[in-house]
């Protein structure tokens, strides 16, 4: 029988990202947080590379019932790259595009009256191509989608010294467009609470 899960470090927050050193930090901080929420009633949605889907499935497979989550649609798990392309106008994310895909995406379940927790990379991948600004945007774009409809979203970025090398300024941007912060590198200031995430 799969162990409870331990207490996911986001805590209350609604909109946290993860700086994590690690393949196994990502996994575990993400399954954890993934788990939690699928063992509370939430549908979980997973949007990542195809080896981190694999990794963080292994571990929310330790704390619950990956499969049988899957099969009843409490779980989804979704290909970020190809999420990310469809609401992308050249490399920059598409306001109404996104509504669209990654709000109706939420919206159905919270409708329904189920909670929402999502692990999303699709930023991370927009920074480490080359795009801090764009990444900054989509980031936005979830606090706006978080004014209409409720969700939690953790996100992950690599590196304890990524990815603010180079882009200090845009660094304490993506912070501050966070409720938490969590691994590294430090913020220069603590994240202001995100606008409109609501409890």
Do not use: K
């Amino acid at each position: 029988m799969p162990a409870d899960p331990p207490r996911s470090p986001v805590g209350r927050a609604r909109h946290a990202v993860l700086f994590y050193g690690s393949e196994g930090e990502l996994a575990s901080g993400a399954g954890h947080y993934l788990a939690e929420g699928l063992e509370g009633g939430a549908i979980a949605i997973v949007m990542a590379t195809e080896h981190h889907r694999a990794a963080i499935r292994a571990s929310m497979a330790a704390h619950c019932d990956v499969a049988a989550a899957r099969a009843r649609g409490g779980l989804v798990v979704l290909d970020a790259d190809e999420m990310l392309r469809l609401f992308l106008i050249g490399s920059r994310p598409d306001p109404g595009g996104f509504d669209l895909i990654i709000g109706g995406l939420i919206r159905r379940p919270a409708a329904a009256g189920r909670a929402v927790r999502l692990y999303a990379e699709m930023a991370a991948l927009l920074w480490d191509a080359g795009h801090p600004r764009a990444a900054i945007e989509l980031e936005a774009l979830w606090n706006e989608l978080g004014r209409r409809v409720s969700f939690s979203l953790l996100c992950g970025h690599q590196g304890r010294a990524a990815p603010g090398t180079g882009h200090p300024a845009a660094l304490q941007e993506l912070c501050d467009l966070h409720e938490a912060a969590l691994g590294g590198p430090p913020c220069t200031a603590a994240p202001s609470p995100a606008p409109g995430l609501r409890p």
